[in-house]
């Protein structure tokens, strides 16, 4: 709450597709233009300028909030991370300014499901289902980034933001098997990915 009543400043930036909050006209666009959400154009590519957009917000050392699948998923897998996580941690040049941490959570899918016959964007969620979190830490990616100017990546960095990618993908992985492990279940249940 505290942080709330400081204001904006104090909030982190969080990233939304265009065509979910930013259709014209919306409600939901009027609301994500004052809540500090940046758009990203799905399949738009690693070289969209919205993707510049949100660099420039890391660049500056300021907190986004992204979640690197490139979709909402309500399948308790975890799909492949998009390679523009990595152009985007790749782009910080000044890694004091760079703190990646990985979290994984489930239950959301639960208390607002989705599914793809779902019209609205807003329904009535299932209060007082558990939610659970955990947070790793801040992921170590100094030897990879200083691969920045080395052949191949110097003049294919898209290779590179798919080794930043798969790293980050790996780390969520080792945070869900250590959260069913915490809460004392398995992820058999989890379909194969």
Same mark, same amino acid.
């Given at each position: 709450?505290?942080?709330?009543?400081?204001?904006?400043?104090?909030?982190?930036?969080?990233?939304?597709?265009?065509?979910?909050?930013?259709?014209?006209?919306?409600?939901?666009?009027?609301?994500?233009?004052?809540?500090?959400?940046?758009?990203?154009?799905?399949?738009?590519?690693?070289?969209?300028?919205?993707?510049?957009?949100?660099?420039?917000?890391?660049?500056?050392?300021?907190?986004?909030?992204?979640?690197?699948?490139?979709?909402?998923?309500?399948?308790?897998?975890?799909?492949?991370?998009? *390679? $523009?996580?990595?152009?985007?941690?790749?782009?910080?040049?000044?890694? &004091?300014?760079?703190? #990646?941490? =990985?979290?994984?959570?489930?239950?959301?899918?639960?208390?607002?499901?989705?599914?793809?016959?779902?019209?609205?964007?807003?329904?009535?969620?299932?209060?007082?289902?558990?939610?659970?979190?955990?947070?790793?830490?801040?992921?170590?990616?100094?030897?990879?980034?200083?691969?920045?100017?080395?052949?191949?990546?110097?003049?294919?960095?898209?290779?590179?933001?798919?080794?930043?990618?798969?790293?980050?993908?790996?780390?969520? *992985? $080792?945070?869900?098997?250590?959260?069913?492990?915490?809460?004392?279940? &398995?992820?058999?249940? #989890?379909? =194969?990915?």
């Amino acid at each position: 709450r505290a942080t709330l009543m400081r204001g904006a400043s104090e909030m982190r930036w969080g990233v939304c597709g265009d065509d979910v909050c930013f259709r014209e006209g919306s409600l939901l666009r009027r609301f994500a233009d004052g809540a500090k959400v940046l758009p990203i154009r799905r399949g738009g590519g690693i070289w969209q300028p919205e993707l510049n957009a949100i660099i420039a917000k890391l660049t500056h050392g300021e907190w986004v909030h992204y979640f690197p699948e490139g979709k909402i998923r309500q399948d308790h897998r975890i799909h492949p991370f998009r *390679r $523009g996580v990595g152009r985007m941690v790749a782009s910080i040049t000044d890694e &004091s300014k760079l703190q #990646v941490v =990985p979290f994984y959570h489930t239950g959301t899918d639960t208390v607002q499901p989705t599914t793809p016959t779902t019209k609205s964007l807003f329904s009535w969620p299932n209060l007082g289902t558990e939610i659970h979190v955990i947070f790793g830490p801040p992921v170590e990616l100094s030897h990879i980034l200083a691969l920045r100017k080395t052949p191949p990546f110097n003049t294919r960095p898209e290779l590179l933001y798919e080794i930043i990618a798969h790293t980050l993908e790996e780390e969520v *992985r $080792g945070l869900r098997t250590e959260l069913y492990r915490r809460l004392g279940s &398995s992820i058999d249940h #989890v379909p =194969p990915e």
